[in-house]
């Protein structure tokens, strides 16, 4: 069955790379005119044109960005001329990086904050929780961006501003993105473990004399968890699809702000190739949420 | 339920930051760190046509002329001759430069790099000398170009630095590896941009911020030590009230205006063009909204360059004049316009003055604001009714043919209000400078609006930094920085 799924896959990237292909001749802007400036003769133009196969039908012109994907070729930038799969590689590993310590940071915040919230429900305990999750999910990345600069960078002087000079330069970044998948979780965690508190095999638990932590880890919170890992799965695949505004305002070097640099210079193959990277990141994530729901819900199956 | 994990993570997180206390605290550097707003995209200059890419090619590589305070050409690496209107000598002026891997340059590396601009077919430059029709070695000094058709202008041009011809043969990697012959050299580009100045060693270090308030935040922090432009006026106030901080200021020359489509109904009008001349009060907008040394713009070349015209008349503001004129046009008011401009928050901000000052003319201004891409597709597309654009480092009057000349409309050009004019063609063809100037003046297809004023923003132990009016980065030949952690 899981090998039913792998290949459900093929038509989800085809579907990607039309549509980026599709998307990124629509928009306004011309590959040559940003090559070739202002002073360039139509001669100059048609040359270039056809030199990089822009004067093919579109379907010739796909086929050809097929071909070249299919052997790892992703071209070059139009205004580096740099190789795009040496700069995805590059770029890569840092998105990777802070949406790994972004998603462990949002864990380590929500799940003790929606457990002590479902537990103490209607306390004040839980009240703090709803305020403090909702106060963070209120706040934009570029809002509290620049507020977690002013608080740790510039009065505390803990860490630094922005860059990736330093190990902890990673810190600031990590924690608006962490903060603000936290409010979210915190508030999933809460509702779900709510719902599994009142459930018959709960009360069965209790009933055998567990004594409630027991019943609260072992059944209430595995339980309670796959909603949770739903979530956490979409979250990840948008924290690796690049995190585009967190990455702008803290130069972080990750394909989120190489795809807004790619867009704002017109600089097409990197778009397309960055579009295709996030596609993919959704698509492998997706299929590791739908395994790990297998193994923590053996009831789950795919048809 | 024990909640010995939350306590255990707060307690973890206060030892990590004070760890990171420990190790993150920015420590004084002999290095000199410079925050752009934009980045260089390529390091060969042959390629590179924007802004920031110019700006350090201009550090790294020589060329063979530059400019003066008037903006003449003056010679760099060489000196010229006009032997007869098509056939130019030039003649490298003694002591010859050395690249940084140590071999001198000759007439050969000259020859070598605009033969090879001549034959790429993707770069931006190539097109302006298409008019070379040979370049010749006379000697290891000297090197003749020739033309296809006349130009006074020619020397102005040769402001690409020179490359080692041998590397050029072995189609070296100049975009990402420079091997240059200027004061400053190449040392590394991963995400920054390390270079360091040949006279003293002083190494510098370029990275990009693209947010301006985090670039004030660095600079604060003395993360970075110098930042120059791109801030809005309430930062760079702000920023010059620090202790910590100097701000030094000084005027202008990128020419900031408003383009109209000519072939527009409405704005085809002169009378309509005059009345929005009228309807922008530009001292109040250049004194509330804009840098110290910001001045009002008469014609797209400064009064102090030699091309330029110190004489023309401002357009007051005055918004009754302003409404006869658009009665006398026939126009029915409001006038209802739409205006694009740019996403950046400044430029956004300059527009939503210049609505409120039309409206008490009768004009209803709409702005669109787009990302930078798709409006200056737009613009160049002629997509537009009003529109907000700067010219950046202008150094010859030719400027007047590529944004007015019939034959200078998008794509061979940029005569992007799609301007038609008999007259000011043979004033352009005649380069009667001055009387292309009062006509562009009268018939107003931009209304001129300001020199934003340069400025940088350091930290107090940092000397020697002159401003250049076009925003250059020159002033990293001679900056230097005091052992004093201010």
Same mark, same amino acid.
């Given at each position: ?36 400036? *202002? $002073? ?7 040359? !270039?044109?056809?030199?990089? +196969? /822009?004067?093919?039908? @579109? =379907? ?104 990736? *000079? $330093? ?7 990590? !924690?608006?993105?962490?903060? +603000? /998948?936290?409010?979210? @979780? =915190? ?117 | ?486």
């Amino acid at each position: 069955m899981m090998i039913k799924r792998l290949l459900g896959i093929i038509p989800v990237v085809f579907g990607v790379l039309l549509l980026t292909f599709l998307l990124v001749h629509l928009v306004p802007g011309d590959p040559v005119e940003v090559m070739l400036g *202002e $002073s360039a003769t139509t001669a100059d133009r048609a040359q !270039l044109r056809s030199d990089l +196969g /822009l004067d093919q039908p @579109l =379907t010739i012109q796909f086929l050809t960005y097929l071909k070249h994907i299919a052997h790892g070729d992703m071209g070059r930038s139009i205004h580096t001329q740099s190789d795009i799969s040496a700069m995805l590689a590059d770029r890569i590993p840092q998105t990777a990086k802070l949406a790994l310590l972004s998603l462990a940071i949002a864990i380590a915040v929500a799940l003790p904050l929606g457990i002590l919230a479902a537990l103490k429900s209607n306390q004040w305990q839980d009240h703090l929780a709803t305020l403090s999750s909702l106060t963070l999910s209120a706040m934009p990345h570029f809002w509290l961006g620049p507020l977690l600069m002013l608080v740790f960078a510039l009065w505390l002087g803990w860490l630094p501003v922005s860059g990736m *000079e $330093s190990n902890a330069s990673i810190i600031l970044p990590a !924690l608006t993105l962490g903060f +603000g /998948l936290a409010a979210i @979780l =915190t508030r999933m965690t809460r509702a779900s473990l709510l719902e599994v508190l009142n459930e018959d095999f709960v009360r069965t638990a209790r009933a055998k004399g567990l004594n409630e932590k027991n019943v609260i880890v072992r059944h209430a919170l595995r339980a309670a968890l796959l909603p949770i890992i739903t979530v956490l799965g979409l979250q990840l695949g948008g924290l690796l699809a690049g995190a585009v505004i967190t990455e702008t305002v803290f130069s972080w070097d990750g394909v989120g702000r190489l795809l807004v640099e790619s867009i704002e210079k017109r600089d097409y193959p990197v778009t397309q190739a960055c579009v295709l990277v996030i596609a993919l990141s959704y698509v492998v994530i997706n299929l590791l949420t739908d395994i790990i729901y297998t193994q923590l819900d053996p009831r789950v199956k795919y048809a | 339920m024990k909640l010995w994990p939350l306590g255990f993570i707060l307690i973890g997180g206060l030892l990590l930051c004070t760890w990171l206390s420990a190790c993150s605290k920015t420590s004084p550097s002999s290095e000199i760190r410079m925050a752009l707003s934009q980045g260089p995209l390529n390091l060969d200059p042959r390629y590179a046509s924007d802004a920031a890419s110019a700006r350090i090619n201009r550090l790294i590589y020589k060329s063979l002329i530059d400019f003066d305070a008037q903006t003449k050409p003056c010679p760099d690496l060489a000196a010229w001759q006009v032997l007869d209107d098509r056939h130019y000598r030039f003649t490298l002026v003694s002591p010859r430069a050395t690249f940084h891997n140590g071999v001198a340059l000759t007439a050969k590396d000259v020859a070598a790099t605009y033969q090879s601009l001549l034959s790429l077919k993707n770069s931006p430059h190539t097109a302006e000398f298409a008019n070379i029709s040979d370049i010749r070695v006379v000697d290891e000094n000297t090197v003749d170009f020739y033309l296809t058709v006349p130009d006074t202008d020619f020397p102005a041009r040769l402001i690409i630095g020179i490359l080692p011809a041998e590397l050029i043969q072995q189609a070296h990697d100049f975009a990402h590896d420079p091997v240059g012959n200027g004061p400053l050299k190449f040392a590394s580009w991963r995400g920054t941009l390390k270079l360091s100045r040949i006279s003293d060693g002083q190494a510098f270090n370029l990275q990009e911020v693209k947010d301006p308030t985090v670039r004030v935040l660095k600079l604060l922090r003395g993360e970075v030590d110098l930042l120059q432009g791109d801030l809005p006026p309430e930062l760079v106030k702000y920023l010059a009230k620090q202790s910590d901080i100097k701000v030094q200021a000084s005027i202008g020359s990128n020419f900031s205006y408003l383009g109209f489509n000519l072939q527009d109904p409405v704005l085809g009008k002169l009378e309509v063009r005059q009345a929005i001349a009228h309807a922008i009060d530009r001292p109040t907008i250049i004194r509330e909204a804009m840098v110290d040394e910001s001045r009002p713009a008469g014609a797209v070349l400064p009064p102090e360059h030699w091309a330029g015209n110190p004489n023309l008349p401002t357009y007051e503001y005055n918004p009754q004049l302003a409404r006869e004129l658009l009665q006398k046009a026939g126009v029915t008011l409001p006038l209802r316009l739409v205006y694009k401009t740019s996403t950046d928050a400044q430029r956004v901000r300059l527009a939503t003055i210049m609505q409120a000052q039309m409206q008490a003319a009768g004009i209803a201004l709409e702005i669109r604001s787009l990302d930078w891409g798709t409006f200056f597709d737009d613009i160049k597309h002629g997509q537009f009714q009003l529109f907000g654009l700067t010219w950046v480092g202008i150094k010859t009057p030719d400027i007047y043919r590529m944004a007015f000349h019939s034959q200078s409309v998008p794509p061979k050009g940029a005569n992007r209000g799609q301007l038609k004019d008999t007259k000011l063609d043979q004033l352009l063809e005649a380069e009667h400078w001055s009387a292309v100037t009062q006509y562009v003046h009268e018939q107003l297809p931009y209304v001129p609006l300001w020199y934003e004023g340069q400025f940088v923003a350091m930290r107090k132990n940092l000397v020697d930094y002159a401003l250049k009016p076009d925003g250059n980065w020159d002033g990293l030949k001679t900056i230097k920085k005091n052992n004093v952690n201010f």
